[in-house]
C-alpha cells in the first residue's frame, strides 16, 4: 500500500510565498518522476513542475521562475515551493509519483488528494 500526503496549502496574499510538501510512504521500493499538478474550477487538471529521481526538472510556462520544485529522497518527499503568488495560481495541488512498490515488478502512478491554494487579498 502506497499513500501520498500534501499539506501546506493555505490563503495568500498575492506577490506572497506558499510552500507545499507531499510524503510518500507505504510498501516503496523505489520512486522514480515526481511532480505537482494543480486544477482550478472549471478548468483541466495541468502539469505545474515534475523532478526526475536524477534531479532533472520541467515546469509550466506560466510558473517558470516563480516556482521551485525539489525531493528528498531520503523522505520520500517532493515539495514546491511557490513565490510572487498571482491570483491565477489559486487552485487545488495535487501530487504525484511513479512508483515502483514491493510487490509488483513494474510502476504505477499515484496520487495525494490534494491542498487548496488560494491567492487573494
Known amino acids: 500500500q502506497v499513500q501520498l500526503v500534501e499539506s501546506g496549502g493555505g490563503l495568500v496574499q498575492p506577490g506572497g510565498s506558499l510552500r507545499l510538501s507531499c510524503a510518500a510512504s507505504?510498501?516503496?521500493?523505489?520512486?522514480?518522476?515526481m511532480g505537482w499538478y494543480r486544477q482550478a474550477p472549471g478548468k483541466q487538471r495541468e502539469l505545474v513542475a515534475a523532478?526526475?529521481?536524477?534531479?532533472?526538472?520541467n515546469y509550466a510556462a506560466s510558473v517558470k521562475g516563480r516556482f521551485t520544485i525539489s525531493r528528498d529522497n531520503a523522505k520520500n518527499t517532493v515539495y514546491l515551493q511557490m513565490g510572487s503568488l498571482k491570483p491565477e495560481d489559486t487552485a487545488l495541488y495535487y501530487c504525484?509519483?511513479?512508483?515502483?512498490?514491493?510487490?509488483?515488478?513494474?510502476?504505477?502512478?499515484?496520487w495525494g488528494q490534494g491542498t487548496q491554494v488560494t491567492v487573494s487579498s
Open positions: 504525484n509519483a511513479e512508483i515502483r512498490t514491493l510487490v509488483q515488478p513494474s510502476t504505477g502512478l499515484y
Open positions: 507505504g510498501s516503496i521500493f523505489s520512486i522514480y518522476g
Open positions: 523532478v526526475s529521481s536524477g534531479g532533472s526538472t
